[in-house]
């Protein structure tokens, strides 16, 4: 992002290949509204940071809330990131963010073991 003008096409050379871009951590850091215009993104990842107390501050749910706007808007996937309980889940489904990512559903998993669990996931879905 230091370098949006040598990293622009690049981007969308990626995207031409079917590849899915995200903005990560958004609304934060290098991630601005400008971006969302220029870049061939496919989807938006809010934050841990606004997660976290989403269901205490009303300031986090209304930076959700607009996030989630701004992304159906414009046709963008959400994720959020950070999610560790049921109630910031059900706060963020209410808000439309329907896919998220945390220790709700998962702890980080080792590459050798997520190895297994795909494979263990593959020969469950095909035995059902």
């Not at 230091?2 to 934060?28: E, N, Q």
């Not at 209304?62 to 159906?72: C, P």
């Not at 998220?100 to 035995?127: I, T, W």
Request: glycine share 6%; with cysteine; net charge neutral.
């Amino acid at each position: 992002m230091r370098d949006p003008t040598g990293t622009i096409p690049t981007l969308k050379r990626l995207r031409a290949m079917g590849i899915s871009l995200a903005i990560d951590d958004f609304g934060t850091g290098y991630s601005s509204l400008a971006y969302l215009k220029r870049l061939p993104i496919t989807r938006l990842k809010i934050d841990q940071s606004f997660v976290r107390n989403a269901v205490m501050d009303p300031d986090d749910v209304a930076i959700i809330e607009a996030i989630a706007a701004l992304a159906a808007k414009l046709k963008l996937d959400l994720i959020a990131e950070g999610v560790e309980t049921d109630s910031q889940k059900a706060l963020l489904l209410q808000y439309g963010c329907d896919k998220a990512q945390g220790y709700l559903f998962s702890r980080p998993v080792a590459a050798v073991e997520f190895d297994k669990l795909l494979k263990s996931m593959l020969n469950s879905s095909q035995q059902a």
